[in-house]
C-alpha cells in the first residue's frame, strides 16, 4: 500500500470530523428558543415565532368546580363566594353569568364555588349562612368581611353591580 492511499481515509475522516462540529456548532449557536411568556389570549408575540394559547375561558365550562373551602376570606383579595350543588337548577341558570364575569374579573376577584353537599364545606356554609336559598352567593371585601349577597337567579347587571362594589371597597 503507497502512502498516498493510506492518506486519503484520514482526510475523509478529518473532513467528516469538521462537518459534525460544524453542525453540532450551528445548532448551539445563535438565537436560542423561545420562551413561553405570558400574553393575552390568543396574541402572537412579535419576533418570537410563539402564539400563546390561552386556558379555556370560564365562560365554556359546563359544571361548577368546587373549591377548597380554607380559602373563604383568606385570599387577601375580594371573593365572590357562590353556594351551589350540582342538582341545584337556578344554580346552573346563574352559571352563564357567574363564568361570564370570572373570565371579566379574575385578576382582581378570587371565585371561589363551596359545594353545599359536600362535608368539608359545612363550617364555611354555617360560618355565612350559605345553606338556605340556592344558589347564595356571598361577596367579601380582602379582609374577608361580607360586603354584599345575592339569593336566587340574579340579572347580570345586579351581579356585575355587587363584583364593582366589592372592587371599590377600601
Not at 47 to 73: I, K, Q, R
Not at 75 to 101: I, K, L, N
Amino acid at each position: 500500500m503507497s502512502m498516498r492511499q493510506s492518506r486519503q481515509p484520514n482526510k475523509l475522516i478529518s473532513a467528516a470530523l469538521l462537518l459534525v462540529f460544524a453542525l453540532v456548532f450551528t445548532a448551539c449557536g445563535g438565537n436560542a428558543a423561545p420562551t413561553p411568556t405570558t400574553a393575552p389570549a390568543d396574541e402572537f408575540i412579535p419576533n418570537s415565532g410563539v402564539t400563546m394559547t390561552p386556558a379555556p375561558a370560564a365562560a365554556n365550562l359546563t359544571e361548577f368546580t368546587a373549591s377548597d373551602p380554607a380559602l373563604v376570606g383568606k385570599t387577601g383579595r375580594p371573593q365572590m363566594v357562590m353556594f351551589y350543588a350540582s342538582w341545584c337548577e337556578d344554580c346552573h341558570q346563574m352559571r352563564p353569568t357567574v363564568f361570564a364575569a370570572q373570565d371579566e374579573f379574575k385578576d382582581f376577584v378570587d371565585f371561589l364555588y363551596i359545594d353545599i353537599d359536600a362535608q368539608n364545606t359545612e363550617a364555611v356554609r354555617k360560618q355565612l349562612n350559605g345553606t338556605q336559598a340556592r344558589p347564595t352567593i356571598v361577596f367579601l371585601d380582602p379582609e374577608g368581611q361580607e360586603v354584599g349577597r345575592l339569593v336566587g337567579i340574579q340579572p347580570k347587571d345586579v351581579f356585575q353591580k355587587m363584583l364593582d362594589q366589592i372592587l371599590t371597597v377600601g
